[in-house]
């Protein structure tokens, strides 16, 4: 099983980017899946997190910005980021709960990162 996150890039302040992470291999069943970002000497944090259901929780710095979904017939997390400030300047990471086929019980995974940088 992988995450390959995508979309990330360099946008100027009051911008938009949408964020998408892919879930590929054996996979039986997703669960949770979140985005979480870390900028340069700070500690990884929550952004957003979204159950299969579709309930979501936002951290409060990003809400009323950014937006989490999921296609869960694609196994496919995204995040739409409007309003974009400079302090969103981070390594952007996806997480999921994931039970692949070949194993007992789900298990936790991460996506490489994905750079955004907004420029003020």
């Known amino acids: 099983v992988q995450l390959q996150a995508s979309g990330g890039g360099l946008v100027q302040a009051g911008g938009s980017l949408r964020l998408s992470c892919a879930a590929t291999g054996n996979i039986r069943r997703i669960n949770d899946m979140a985005w979480y970002r870390q900028a340069p000497g700070k500690q990884r944090e929550l952004v957003a997190a979204i159950d299969r259901g579709g309930s979501a929780n936002y951290a409060d710095s990003v809400k009323g910005r950014f937006t989490v979904s999921r296609d869960n017939a694609e196994n496919t997390l995204y995040l739409q980021m409007n309003s974009l400030k400079a302090e969103d300047t981070a390594m952007y990471y996806c997480?999921?709960?994931?039970?692949?086929?070949?194993?007992?019980?789900?298990?936790?995974?991460w996506g490489q990162g994905t750079l955004v940088t907004v420029s003020s």
């Open positions: 997480n999921a709960d994931i039970w692949a086929w070949n194993r007992p019980s789900s298990y936790n995974y």
